[in-house]
């Protein structure tokens, strides 16, 4: 283990992986965090890992940057998952070693591109074989039949790996639609990535690495078997009706006293914040972070209804090119001349 590894761990160091298009321009949200050491909250470090350069913005740190080599002249993955898997895959020792994790470590990737999913997978399967915490924060689209296939197997290479490490793998979904635009989902990303850095800064008194390690790891101290877990954030009082699904909850609170739960649920566990947190900190306590039981179930089944609608609508039209006539002759694919 490096001395980088061991400081960041020391100081509860958070490492986000912008991965990919979508990965990239929110990781860069947080930009202006490094080297930003304030009490009660974990520092942050960004890299930024895509196969093109063109989601790249001026004040991104040179060393912070990995481009996967061996593209020739083409860049980026056009959609298309499997267009640079192998390569990402072949590069990703080398990717952790030049930007190395830390205490805990953040993917941010698009669920339904073609670069950022698949960069995350892979460097989230070499972390969780190495032991490390990790987090993935994934971000759905559900505007072309493309988009929704590549969210569906990105929810599929989660439960790979569950299924390949036999550990709980938390994932923060959200989705860009009506309801929740980007501006909307980047807000909710901020809002998690400050309860992580808040919960994860190893100077929350009663919070120690291994609370949080079975927080995250919902087979260690539950009865729920290692599976794919969502994550989400809370402030204040969290209300029962909203937690029927709820596996485990680690809080950050400014009284003992006022933990914010009245209800019992399978594992809480809570530190009190430094007295020299920050007043914007410190007036939304408590804050929470929540683990959820199977949460794709209903995601994914949405999502392959719609599939199943457009193909569906596919079989069922009738229309048909009437531009050329049948009798027309083709020379060379074009119309010959006569």
Do not use: W
């Amino acid at each position: 283990m490096s001395e980088i590894i061991k400081n960041a761990i020391q100081r509860g160091a958070i490492k986000i992986y912008g991965c990919g298009g979508t990965g990239i321009t929110i990781g860069s949200t947080f930009e202006h965090y490094r080297h930003h050491d304030e009490a009660g909250m974990a520092t942050l470090d960004v890299s930024y890992i895509d196969t093109s350069r063109s989601n790249l913005k001026p004040n991104m740190p040179e060393d912070k940057i990995f481009i996967v080599p061996g593209l020739d002249d083409k860049d980026g993955s056009g959609k298309n998952r499997g267009q640079n898997a192998k390569l990402i895959m072949k590069h990703a020792k080398q990717i952790l070693q030049e930007q190395e994790p830390g205490y805990l470590n953040v993917f941010i990737s698009s669920a339904s591109g073609g670069t950022g999913a698949v960069a995350a997978a892979i460097l989230s399967n070499e972390l969780l074989a190495a032991g490390r915490m990790v987090i993935n924060i994934t971000v759905g689209v559900a505007d072309s039949g493309a988009e929704i296939e590549n969210t569906l197997d990105t929810l599929k290479s989660f439960e790979g790996l569950v299924r390949t490490h036999k550990k709980t793998v938390p994932v923060a979904y959200f989705e860009n639609n009506k309801a929740t635009p980007m501006s909307v989902v980047d807000e909710k990303v901020t809002e998690l990535i400050v309860a992580l850095a808040v919960m994860f800064s190893r100077q929350n008194e009663g919070l120690d690495t291994q609370d949080m390690v079975n927080f995250l790891n919902v087979d260690v101290l539950t009865k729920f078997p290692a599976h794919v877990v969502g994550l989400e954030s809370y402030v204040g009082e969290l209300v029962e009706g909203e937690h029927k699904n709820t596996i485990t909850v680690a809080s950050a609170v400014s009284n003992k006293d006022a933990r914010g739960i009245d209800f019992v649920l399978p594992y809480t566990t809570f530190g009190i914040l430094p007295a020299e947190v920050s007043k914007e900190i410190s007036g939304q306590a408590p804050l929470h972070l929540v683990t959820k039981a199977y949460p794709f179930n209903d995601i994914a089944a949405r999502l392959k209804k719609a599939i199943e609608d457009m193909v569906n609508a596919a079989k069922a039209s009738t229309a048909a090119s009437n531009v050329l006539d049948d009798d027309v002759e083709l020379e060379g694919g074009f119309l010959s001349l006569r």
